[in-house]
């Protein structure tokens, strides 16, 4: 079960822009993560080369914020919004504003599991 302060430190690293970083250090080596009724990736490899992916089409790391988060025994939830540019931004520039609920479920101090939630018209 992660602390209230692992789970900070982690909305932090993610607050930060090192989105990469935050999966290589705090999901597990065979963690997955699945985008709404998307494929789930599975494996650390798979889930940083997915975000460095993401990060090139959005121009680079979004701004991030934590508005709200949750924590019930090994399940973390964690209401996002990113500011996203790339591919994603409209169409004079300003980027759009993504707003997401990430469920995660945590073994010890490490994430397992995560799913995101979100309405997909927002990236057209």
Sequence with gaps: ???????REFIGRV????HVGAIEDFYHSDASMQ???GQKREGIEALV???????VRMGGAPESKCI???INGDTVMIN???AMGGQFATPDGRPKLLDEIAVQTWRGDRIAAERFYYDPGTLR
């Design 15 to 18: 607050e930060a822009g090192d």
């Design 68 to 70: 709200h988060y949750a």
């Design 35 to 37: 985008e709404n009724l």
């Design 1 to 7: 079960m992660p602390t209230p302060e692992r789970v």
């Design 80 to 82: 996002w919004t990113f």
């Design 49 to 55: 080369a997915g975000e460095k992916a993401a990060l």
